[in-house]
């Protein structure tokens, strides 16, 4: 009897869940949450696996109660950062050679844990300490992260697949798919726990070493992490979790001969001077430095005046509004014509003015807080800017109040002005504004097209097909997410994969095999069964 054909499960997404009330999830959750909040946790600097409590600390505290503190963490210094370095290599020495499948197990179990034990951890220290939703958490550092381990894990089969289809006889060409020499510095952001996991573990599967630097405010989550990554069994060394202050580390670190790779989502200021302070060290790496940024956006709605209007209303308050607008994704700007507008604005004022703002722990409440001080101010200062324009109306929220949590109440600006201040620049906060316009459909993609830098997300809303064919063609290079008929957030791994172009990045689509082919280098093998023994070619015999 022939044996039977083992076929590799396809990944699937991880389930949602919903928090209902009564679930049990919901009672599990709430108790890790009272448990979580009730301690203040120290994190040291992780390197090698060991713990080092360098005595120069900060603070990571509750957004919506910023008199609460969480955890205090240690700072990475000159020190740490060249111990990381050095410790790096030493772990690439067998890292990269371990066999992928020994690898992917590691990750798969990260998986397992992450469903398992560690997802209402991950869950309220994501609330906690990022002030998320129940949902908006479960779906973050959760599922997101799940998806990415085990899509990860399948996209790298995939890869070591490719081989060349040519052998001619006597000969056998291969492709090994070989990790970076080096080592790839991993940047994150404070908004998603799933893509502070992401960063260093992508390259990390696919035989690379890391070192971590996390968002400063996401510190307290980000250990939580690591501490997931050693129960899973990863070694000691293959990531080294770096926090500290980005003038100290990064400069370091870009420095390094043994620099490989930048794996980073943050601010496009921040890309572009990495980016740059490379390009100035170029000649001192061993390698070229893979160089993987997804940084800011200037995210549209642009609705046609076939749309229907209920879709419309709960595509701008979702992709507005869901985590305070704190999203890279979040729609920023909204197009709508004049013939829609009274209708609208009075259905969409009503729906707005239902959302509760406060604490996390309350699950009434569909926004929480901004992450910190000086976002609060940076956003803040747009609501007074607006406020005071007389190309402006603010038409919901437009107050705060930081004596408790940061809080800012969902703000909708209409301006007559399509290139307005807050129509062009990234504010990253629950702020959104509106052009009514009065120009053709094509005149307004034009528009549309022309007034940012960014190129992320973008949402055409329509029921006219050939209104959605021209807005395809021309908004082409408008957004590297591109949403039909839907809110331009919420991109699932295996699914929608996420990236942007122009300012918003190098497009190298995280949660898809295009990413994590940034993190091999080839090397092709041809071995010789037959090797000529003379050197000349027929051409040259006599007639």
Same mark, same amino acid.
């Given at each position: ?63 919506? =109660?910023?008199?609460?503190? #969480?955890?205090?963490?240690?700072? &990475?210094?000159?020190? +740490? %950062?060249?111990? @990381?370095? *050095? ?35 991950? =869950?309220?220290?994501?609330? #906690?300490?990022?002030?998320?939703? &129940?949902?908006?958490? +479960? %779906?973050?550092? @959760?599922? *997101? ?399």
């Amino acid at each position: 009897m022939a044996d039977k054909i083992v076929r590799v499960p396809k990944a699937v997404n991880e389930p949602i869940f919903e928090y209902k009330p009564g679930s049990q999830e919901k009672a599990d959750l709430l108790s890790i949450l009272n448990k979580m909040k009730s301690e203040v946790v120290e994190i040291p600097v992780i390197i090698g696996g060991k713990e080092i409590f360098t005595g120069e600390t900060s603070t990571n505290v509750m957004p919506h =109660n910023h008199k609460h503190v #969480l955890a205090k963490y240690h700072m &990475a210094g000159s020190k +740490e %950062i060249a111990l @990381a370095i *050095e410790t790096s290599q030493e772990a690439w020495k067998t890292w990269s050679v371990m066999p992928w499948e020994s690898r992917v197990a590691i990750f798969k179990k990260m998986a397992v844990l992450l469903a398992g034990p560690y997802r209402h951890i991950l =869950n309220a220290a994501t609330m #906690l300490g990022q002030s998320k939703n &129940a949902f908006q958490a +479960e %779906i973050d550092a @959760a599922c *997101e992260l799940i998806d990415f381990f085990n899509f990860n894990a399948e996209y790298l089969q995939e890869i070591y697949a490719q081989q060349p289809g040519i052998s001619p006889d006597g000969m056998w060409n291969q492709v090994e798919h070989r990790s970076l020499e080096g080592f790839v510095f991993a940047v994150t952001p404070f908004n998603f726990t799933s893509i502070a996991g992401n960063l260093p573990t992508a390259p990390a599967l696919m035989g690379n070493v890391a070192l971590w630097k996390p968002a400063s405010s996401a510190v307290y989550s980000g250990y939580f992490l690591m501490k997931m990554f050693e129960e899973a069994g990863l070694p000691d060394g293959v990531i080294n979790f770096i926090p500290g202050k980005g003038s100290v580390v990064g400069p370091q670190v870009i420095e390094s001969e043994h620099l490989a790779g930048i794996h980073f989502t943050g601010s496009t200021a921040v890309f572009q001077s990495m980016w740059k302070t490379i390009g100035n060290n170029i000649a001192k790496y061993k390698t070229y430095p893979r160089i993987v940024g997804e940084t800011g956006g200037k995210d549209f709605i642009v609705a046609h005046e076939s749309t229907e209007m209920e879709v419309l209303r709960t595509a701008v308050i979702r992709g507005a509004f869901e985590y305070q607008g704190q999203k890279c994704s979040a729609a920023s700007r909204v197009y709508i014509p004049r013939s829609m507008w009274a209708d609208f604005k009075e259905s969409y004022i009503s729906e707005v003015t239902k959302i509760k703002v406060g604490d996390v722990e309350d699950f009434g409440n569909f926004m929480n807080a901004v992450i910190d001080r000086g976002a609060f101010s940076d956003i803040t200062a747009y609501i007074d800017y607006a406020s005071s324009h007389k190309d402006a109306e603010i038409i919901t929220g437009g107050t705060y109040d930081d004596s408790v949590g940061f809080f800012i109440e969902p703000t909708t600006i209409v301006t007559t002005d399509p290139h307005f201040k807050t129509m062009e620049e990234e504010i990253f906060g629950p702020v959104v504004t509106i052009y009514v316009y009065d120009e053709s459909w094509g005149d307004i993609l034009d528009i549309v097209d022309g007034t940012s830098p960014y190129a992320l997300t973008g949402a055409v809303l329509a029921k006219d097909r050939d209104a959605v064919e021209l807005a395809l063609e021309k908004l082409r290079h408008s957004a590297g997410n591109f949403y039909i008929n839907d809110k331009p957030t919420g991109a699932v791994v295996g699914q929608q994969p996420f990236g942007g172009s122009r300012a918003s990045g190098t497009n190298d689509k995280a949660g898809s095999i295009f990413n994590l082919i940034r993190w091999i280098s080839q090397r092709t093998i041809k071995e010789n069964f037959l090797p000529p023994t003379e050197f000349p070619y027929p051409f040259m015999e006599k007639e």
